[in-house]
């Protein structure tokens, strides 16, 4: 699964651990991917791979709206 959100786009940064004696070694941070399935208005099935901050988008905005603006973007759905 990939490990970028389709909405938010958020995917893995990357930086140092640092120890207690203050040793640094590269880490990485991965956003809270999930793979969600919604249903469009007309009915339509869609399943997205999404951040939870894209969750709330959706949830927000609702997923219609969404959908058109990945797709106005020129997003494969």
Not at 6 to 31: E, M, Q
Not at 39 to 49: E, H
Not at 52 to 58: A, D, N, R, V
Request: aromatic share 4%; proline share 4%; glycine share 8%.
């Amino acid at each position: 699964m990939s490990n970028v959100c389709d909405v938010t786009g958020a995917k893995p940064s990357f930086g140092n651990a640092v120890s207690h004696s203050h040793r640094r070694t590269r880490r990485r941070w991965n956003p809270n991917i999930q793979r969600r399935r919604y249903r469009l208005a007309d009915g339509t099935p869609v399943r997205l791979t999404v951040s939870t901050t894209g969750i709330k988008i959706i949830d927000r905005d609702g997923i219609d709206a969404v959908i058109a603006r990945l797709r106005a973007k020129g997003v494969k759905i």
